[in-house]
């Protein structure tokens, strides 16, 4: 489910939005889980199907946080054709944004992402770790550590009821388990 070119995409995105040309790794992190967050409140599915992670500075994407520390290497076409390597706690864009790059988002995806840059663009990165401490109730301060933000919990912060927050996180477990079948094949 996790689509390292569609999560490099969104990053380009907002790496892309003037006047940015590089962005700390933290307030990307954060636009990026509040897309996820956002399109799981309008879609009820997130974009880049990451696994998500309170860790005490809020919520991350699990595997992008690995690629944008360099903690795993990225595949072709992925993270780091887009995406420069961490440098000084900053990422920036490895060429100018041509908006055809962004091929593997939907027009409605790049709409979420216009929202989430709309809101929270002017915020530095301590603003927007703030805001997702106080503002996203699945995020559990892990006291140093890290644990797993469940889907349901993320959909119930969102407005979902309990049975509907069940039955989607069912059904993204289902494609994960799917996408780990086919990726062992």
Not at 127 to 141: V, Y
Request: glycine share 6%.
């Amino acid at each position: 489910m996790f689509n390292e070119r569609k999560a490099a995409q969104m990053a380009a995105f907002f790496l892309g939005q003037p006047p940015e040309r590089k962005m700390p790794h933290l307030k990307l992190m954060k636009l990026l889980y509040l897309s996820d967050r956002e399109a799981v409140r309008v879609f009820g599915w997130p974009i880049s199907g990451d696994r998500l992670v309170s860790m005490p500075h809020g919520p991350v994407l699990s595997q992008t946080l690995n690629l944008m520390d360099g903690d795993v290497e990225s595949q072709p076409g992925g993270w780091e054709e887009l995406i420069s390597d961490k440098e000084n706690h900053e990422l920036s864009l490895r060429q100018p944004l041509d908006a055809a790059a962004l091929d593997e988002l939907a027009p409605a995806e790049i709409e979420v992402l216009k929202a989430v840059w709309d809101k929270f663009g002017a915020m530095d990165k301590w603003e927007i770790r703030d805001w997702t401490h106080h503002h996203c109730a699945e995020w559990k301060d892990p006291k140093g550590s890290s644990f797993p933000i469940q889907y349901d919990a993320l959909a119930r912060a969102v407005g979902f009821d309990d049975a509907s927050a069940k039955e989607l996180a069912a059904q993204i477990q289902a494609e994960q388990e799917i996408d780990h079948l086919f990726a062992t094949l």
